[in-house]
T-cell receptor, first 114, second 114 residues
C-alpha cells in the first residue's frame, strides 16, 4: 500500500532553472495539496486541487504552478527557481466532501536552490 | 482569522517523563482539531483528532482534549519513550472555499533521551 509517493526526494537547482515535482496517490482521493515546510513556520499551503482538472491557489502560490490532469497525480512546477524556494515540499491527499480534515502525506522532497 | 499557536521547542525529556505540549487556537465557529507527528525523514501523519468541544482524542498513549472555553488542545503523554522523538504539529480544520482547509502551528520538536 504505497499511499502518497513523491519524486524526486532530493534535488539541487541553480537559480533560474525549472523543475517539476510529481505526487502520486493510490487511495482514490479527490483532494490533493502541495505544502512547503520551512523552519519555525510550520506548513504553508502552496496550491490545492479538489478534483481532476481543477486547481486553486493556497497561501503562498507565487513562483509555482500546478496541474491535475489525472485524479491520482498532482504536479508542482517551478518555472524559474529562486533561493527563496529552498524548502522541503510535501504533497498530501484527502477524501472529498466527506473529508473530516485528515490528510495523508508523502515523505517530502528536499529542494535546494543555489 | 484562523491561527494555531504552539509552544516553542525543542522540548527535551528523559525517558518515562511526563509530556505536555501546549496548543491554543483562534477560529470563528467550531473547528476540528488535530495533532500530527513527523518522525525524522518522514512526512506528517495523523496522531489524534477531536471534532467538537470536550472531545478527547487519544492514540499511542497520547491524549488531547478539545477545550472550547480556553481555546486549547494541549497534547499529553504520561510516560514518553525514545521512539516518541519527533516534531509535533497542532492544526485546525475549517471547511472553506470548497475544501477542508488545514492550518498548522509551527511545530514543536521533542527529543527524548534514555
Amino acid at each position: 500500500n504505497a499511499g502518497v509517493t513523491q519524486t524526486p526526494k532530493f534535488r539541487v537547482l541553480k537559480t533560474g532553472q525549472s523543475m517539476t515535482l510529481l505526487c502520486a496517490q493510490d487511495m482514490n482521493h479527490e483532494y490533493m495539496y502541495w505544502y512547503r515546510q520551512d523552519p519555525g513556520m510550520g506548513l504553508r499551503l502552496i496550491h490545492y486541487s479538489v478534483g481532476e482538472g481543477t486547481t486553486a491557489k493556497g497561501e503562498v502560490p507565487d513562483g509555482y504552478n500546478v496541474s491535475r490532469l489525472k485524479k491520482q497525480n498532482f504536479l508542482l512546477g517551478l518555472e524559474s527557481a529562486a533561493p527563496s524556494q529552498t524548502s522541503v515540499y510535501f504533497c498530501a491527499s484527502s477524501l472529498g466532501t466527506e473529508n473530516t480534515g485528515e490528510l495523508f502525506f508523502g515523505e517530502g522532497s528536499r529542494l535546494t536552490v543555489l | 482569522g484562523n491561527s494555531v499557536t504552539q509552544m516553542e521547542g525543542p522540548v527535551t525529556l528523559s525517558e518515562e517523563a511526563f509530556l505536555t505540549i501546549n496548543c491554543t487556537y483562534t477560529a470563528t465557529g467550531y473547528p476540528s482539531l488535530f495533532w500530527y507527528v513527523q518522525y525524522p525523514g518522514e512526512g506528517l501523519q495523523l496522531l489524534l483528532k477531536a471534532t467538537k468541544a470536550d472531545d478527547k482524542g487519544s492514540n499511542k498513549g497520547f491524549e488531547a482534549t478539545y477545550r472550547k472555553e480556553t481555546t486549547s488542545f494541549h497534547l499529553e503523554k504520561g510516560s514518553v519513550q525514545v521512539s516518541d522523538s519527533a516534531v509535533y504539529f497542532c492544526a485546525l480544520s475549517r471547511f472553506s472555499g470548497g475544501y477542508n482547509k488545514l492550518i498548522f502551528g509551527a511545530g514543536t520538536r521533542l527529543a527524548v533521551h534514555p
